[in-house]
């Protein structure tokens, strides 16, 4: 979508030793091949509606980089009820690991994730990656929940 390509961070050519990792994360993940490949090329993929991107945040590659996970607000929530939600994701997620959700202009959330520069384990990749998909989720089906049971109590009054 345009709001996911506007939010990925500009790419920096990966290295071959960066894009087997991400291919072996995204196999160990269970994606199927084409998935494996785009992610490995690109440095993004659509995981669940999720968009699942990495770049570098300096212009070598050897240095540190971004996981980013963009997730669209939910239809039926509210932009106050998903600040809300972000808020309330933000202050607990972090407690877990350096991560913390953002808004962007259309109202979507963008998960943002620095990694290590050494980080090289696919596994380890792997489940950064599932962490932030299943925070998305939670945060996603919580922020539905909410507004379902605020229009419930609504046409209940």
């Known amino acids: 979508t345009e709001s996911a390509q506007a939010h990925v ?3 920096i050519p990966l290295s071959p030793a ?9 196999q160990h993940m269970g994606a199927d091949d084409a998935s ?18 990495i770049a570098s945040l300096q212009e070598r590659d050897d240095g540190r980089w971004l ?11 509210s932009s106050a009820r998903w600040s809300e939600a972000l808020l309330v994701a933000n202050g607990q997620a972090i407690l877990l690991a350096p991560w ?16 290590e520069p050494d ?14 998909l299943s925070l998305c989720e939670a945060v996603s089906t919580g922020a539905q929940a ?10 209940a009054a």
């Open 100 to 115: 913390a959700f953002s808004l962007d202009d259309s109202g979507d959330a963008v998960l943002l994730m620095p990694l």
């Open 119 to 132: 980080m090289a384990d696919a596994r380890m990749l792997a489940a950064c990656f599932d962490g932030m």
């Open 36 to 53: 494996v490949r785009a992610f490995a090329e690109q440095g993004m993929v659509m995981v669940n509606d999720v968009l699942l991107a």
């Open 146 to 155: 909410l507004a379902q049971a605020a229009q419930t109590v609504k046409e």
């Open 9 to 11: 961070p500009p790419r």
């Open 67 to 77: 996981a980013s996970a963009l997730l669209p607000r939910p239809e039926g929530v």
């Open 18 to 26: 960066r894009r087997a990792c991400l291919a072996a994360a995204l």
